[in-house]
């Protein structure tokens, strides 16, 4: 369970995050909605500890991990820009997540085909392999970048518009992926998108920001279900 209280956030003048609380279950799928500069990558960015905030507490299961550097977490991030290494093969980037991960990493070589293996299935990259990353699609890109974050088994996993590059008919691939990665792993998801369709289409529940604040928070069923 992740707890966020009060979390504010001012970048100079600008209040970016004004006193957002919310309480995330285990295994809940969240997706984060609202327009450019509502405040929903300041939100990511101090989850994921790349940036602190002014006030407000992140408890993950009761442990304060506010004071706790980013890879001390137990939180994987998939960013906008996919972050792959480009001199590595596909099999490689994901293997990378293991090798070097904070808790447990894997040395042993056969453990580690083992796992990439079933992380790329579960993405639908088998037989890619050995494909350099250069030789793969955008949409392909954006999948090795979620099994590299996925294999290092995260307790909470930040997508920052994870679909926000794919043209719709792979959005809704994908989007089937992320659900059944979600009923596959037991992982907590917080997905930022621009989308409306995508986040209610996504989500257990949405959070709707707007100018720094929580104005909604609610099941996708009930945002538009008004007299
Ligand atoms: P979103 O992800 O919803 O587009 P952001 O979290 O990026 O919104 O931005 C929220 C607000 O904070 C905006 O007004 C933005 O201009 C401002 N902001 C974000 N990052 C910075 C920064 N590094 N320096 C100054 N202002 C920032
Ligand atoms: P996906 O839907 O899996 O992202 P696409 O539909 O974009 O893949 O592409 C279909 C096929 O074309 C894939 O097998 C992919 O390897 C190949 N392909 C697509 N874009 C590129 C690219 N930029 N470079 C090399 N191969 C590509």
Known sequence: MMELEGLTKFYGETCALRGVSLTIEDDEYLTLLGPSGSGKSTLLRLIAGLEQPDSGSIRLNGEDIA??????????????????????????????????????????????????????????????????VGQISGGQ??????????????????????????????RERMTLELRRIRDTLGVTFMHVTGNEHEALGM?????????????????????????
């Open 141 to 170: 890109k954006q999948r090795v970048s979620l099994a590299r974050t996925l294999v290092t088994e995260p307790r909470v996993c930040l997508l920052d518009e994870p679909l926000g590059a794919l043209d719709a008919n792979l």
């Open 67 to 132: 004071s706790l550097p980013p890879h001390r977490r137990g939180l994987g991030i998939v960013q906008q820009n996919y972050a792959l290494f480009p001199h590595m093969t596909v099999f490689e980037n994901v293997a990378f997540g293991l090798r070097w991960r904070e808790e447990n990493p894997v040395t042993e070589e056969a453990e580690i085909t083992k796992r990439v293996d079933a992380m790329l299935d579960l993405v639908g990259l088998s037989g890619f392999e050995n494909r350099g």
């Open 203 to 227: 989500g257990d529940r949405m959070i709707v920001l707007d100018g720094g604040a929580a104005v909604m928070i609610a099941p996708p069923e009930q945002v538009f279900d008004r007299p």
